[in-house]
């Protein structure tokens, strides 16, 4: 940034050089009383000149300052520091540079934001791969050194193993796929209503295996545009956990209402619910309740990301009298 100050400060002297130059020459061969008058107006003119040279300087100065701030913060940035954020000087002022400060901490925050959630990605996955892979190991052994007679059981616990694997593998790819945009097609108007009442039909057939029930109780019409499959995604997910939790002999109640300029989606189930500190988190990857058993926790997370693709938002309450209430509101098209 010094080079700048320089490079304005250069010019300016530079131009005022020329202009010297220029009087000099107008007035060579004048008359002494004209060359007289000459030399007391060059006097005021540098006078003049020297004292805009000092304003030059300090606006030069006041202008600049603020760009090596900026400049030192994304150096910061760059090398890897990413908690740094401008000087709060900058953020106090009341012009452009503010709004441009506040745009870069706002920046800083969403980098650190992101990549802070991708270590922690890493280590989760780390972790929920690390016990599958042990227990396969620990089968592989039995089935090499063990007798005979119990090869069949370890073949059988090496087989859900590998099918855990598989289920955590796919619905890691499923969440990078939302998070990178790959694969999404082109962005189309459907039917929510038959959507969900279509994911309702299937859920209803998988949940009668566990005696249990899938219903619409409400079903208003409603039309949204986006991707139809990471919808169904997201409402397929929320409604298995539901199916999953709810008490043995009860309905997962699903209910389609247009309120305003959205479509607000509902699936209620009759399980123990989740505690009130964790409504939020459970929609994170890998968050679980402690006791809920099977399931990676990715389930929650991939709605969460798709319904954040198509600028709604997802939420979870508490039901009365026991129970969970997740709600997905879409934006709907008129």
């Given at each position: ?28 061969g ?7 008058q ?14 805009g ?42 012009d ?23 270590r ?5 996955v ?10 396969l190991?620990?089968a ?13 059981e ?22 990078t796929?939302i ?5 999404r ?9 038959n ?22 109780e409400v ?35 699903i ?23 964790m ?34 938002s997802?939420?979870a ?18």
């Amino acid at each position: 940034m010094r080079k700048l100050v320089f490079t304005v400060f250069l010019w300016f002297w530079l131009s005022l050089i020329t202009m010297v130059i220029i009087i000099v020459v107008v007035t060579h061969g004048a008359g002494p009383r004209r060359g007289w008058q000459t030399v007391i107006h060059l006097h005021d003119f540098f006078v003049y000149t020297i004292g805009g040279a000092v304003f030059c300087y300090y606006i030069s100065r006041y202008l600049t300052r603020p760009l090596v701030k900026l400049g030192a913060a994304a150096e910061g940035i760059a090398e890897g520091r990413l908690e740094t954020r401008v000087d709060e000087s900058l953020t106090r002022r009341r012009d452009e540079v503010a709004e441009l400060a506040q745009n870069f901490d706002r920046m800083a925050e969403r980098i650190e934001a992101l990549v802070a959630g991708q270590r922690r990605l890493l280590g989760d996955v780390s972790h929920e791969l690390r016990s599958p892979l042990a227990r396969l190991m620990v089968a592989l052994s039995l089935v090499k050194r063990g007798p005979a007679e119990e090869a069949g059981e370890a073949l059988e616990r090496i087989g859900v193993e590998a099918r855990r694997l598989d289920a955590l593998i796919g619905e890691l790819l499923t969440l990078t796929r939302i998070d990178s945009g790959v694969d999404r097609g082109a962005r189309a108007r459907f039917d929510l209503t038959n959507l969900v009442q279509e994911i309702a039909s299937d859920g209803d057939f998988e949940a009668r295996a566990r005696n249990r029930k899938v219903t619409v109780e409400v079903a208003d019409a409603c039309v949204t545009e986006g991707f139809e499959e990471l919808v169904r995604s997201a409402v397929e997910n929320v409604v298995r956990n539901a199916i999953r939790y709810t008490a043995e002999g009860t309905a997962v109640g699903i209910s389609v209402e247009r309120v305003g300029l959205s479509a607000r989606i509902s699936v209620r189930d009759h399980g123990p619910g989740v505690p009130d500190h964790m409504l939020s988190e459970i929609f994170q990857p890998f968050r679980r309740v402690e006791g809920s058993g099977e399931g990676a926790g990715l389930g929650l997370a991939i709605a969460e990301r798709a319904v954040a693709v198509h600028r709604g938002s997802i939420r979870a309450v508490n039901a009365p009298g026991g129970g969970l209430i997740v709600e997905i509101e879409l934006p709907v098209v008129a």
